[in-house]
């Protein structure tokens, strides 16, 4: 089961909608959990959020209209809270039964582009609770994210020469291998405090493909 989460922050980019139509966001069957005002977004791309959860402070009245009139469960959480409305969305995300995969879309990282916002974010999504999970991705504005748990991997469908990048946010990351990149890894280790792993490329050979996975620590991929 792939569950959507739906942050707030600005409308949905084409590339978020794409992305989380192909993850299955737009079918009949999937789970989808907006984040306050992320469903003011969710609708207007298309989807249809199955839970509303936040303080409600920032989502429409007509969104909460739609969310009374189409059954959407509505999980209000007090403004004075130690979690923002995003890790309280992924959170009850986790609590969908047989959830395996795990997607978050957000417009922005806020109407006035905040760093800590977007930071929160992908912090968020490198919680110890997710380890469980197969897939973390993440699309925010027109990044595109790939959280990797330990021993994790994952195929990037990137074009040839594309850039990515591979960032150790959460803390050192040991066992980091990347194959089929202008730069290749093979177990190497990348900490926090270094940009070793920014602006890569993948292999201009088109039938290689870029693989990426670590074994120790939580290691964020960017496809800027």
């Not at 809270?81 to 978050?104: F, G, Y």
């Not at 089929?180 to 201009?204: C, D, I, Q």
Request: charged share 15%; with cysteine; hydrophobic share 45%.
């Amino acid at each position: 089961m792939r569950v959507v989460v739906v942050a707030g922050g600005g409308p949905l980019s084409a590339l978020a909608v794409s992305v989380g139509d192909m993850a299955g966001a737009t079918h009949e069957g999937s789970f989808i959990v907006a984040a306050d005002s992320g469903l003011d977004f969710a609708v207007a791309s298309g989807l249809v959020p199955n839970v509303l959860v936040g303080d409600l402070d920032s989502i429409s009245a007509a969104g909460r209209m739609w969310a009374y009139e189409h059954g959407a469960t509505i999980e209000e959480h007090a403004p004075d809270k130690d979690m923002t409305d995003t890790e309280l969305a992924i959170a009850r995300a986790l609590q969908v039964p047989e959830v395996s995969d795990l997607m978050l879309l957000s417009g922005s990282a806020g109407a006035d582009e905040r760093l800590d916002h977007l930071l929160g974010i992908v912090l968020a999504l490198g919680h110890p609770s997710l380890a469980a999970l197969d897939t973390v991705r993440a699309v925010i504005g027109v990044t595109d994210f790939r959280v990797l748990h330990p021993g994790r991997a994952t195929t990037l469908d990137i074009q040839p020469g594309q850039q990515f990048s591979l960032l150790a946010l959460h803390g050192p990351c040991t066992g980091v291998n990347a194959i089929g990149a202008r730069w290749p890894l093979n177990n190497a280790t990348l900490t926090s405090s270094e940009a070793r792993g920014l602006s890569n490329k993948a292999s201009l050979e088109p039938e290689i493909k870029t693989q990426v996975s670590v074994q120790t620590g939580v290691l964020t991929v960017v496809i800027p």
